[in-house]
Structure formats: C-alpha cells, structure tokens
C-alpha cells in the first residue's frame, strides 16, 4: 500500500491461507537443512 498508494484487496489478491502451506521442520536440524537446501549448506554450511 505504501508504494502503490492502492489497498491491497483492490489489488484483486485472493486471501492468505489461514494455515501456512508446506511442512515445517527444525532449524536446528543440521541434515534436514543440508538435505532441504544443498546448495546454500554447501556454501554457508556449517
């Protein structure tokens, strides 16, 4: 809205979901991560 000036149902957006989509895991989990995202865990990997 700050940028366009516009409110954002004119905008023609449907609504969020009330439930996030996905599957949530662990941050804390060093595997999962590595095995999620393995190329940002090859590059800023512990």
Do not use: H, K, N
């Not at 991560?33 to 090859?42: C, K, V």
Request: proline content about 20%; aromatic content about 8%; cysteine-free.
């Amino acid at each position: 809205e700050q940028l366009t000036g516009a409110p954002l149902p004119a905008l023609g957006l449907p609504p969020e979901p009330e439930v996030p989509e996905g599957t949530p895991f662990p941050l804390d989990d060093e595997d999962e991560l590595s095995a999620r995202y393995p190329r940002l865990w090859e590059r800023y990997g512990g």
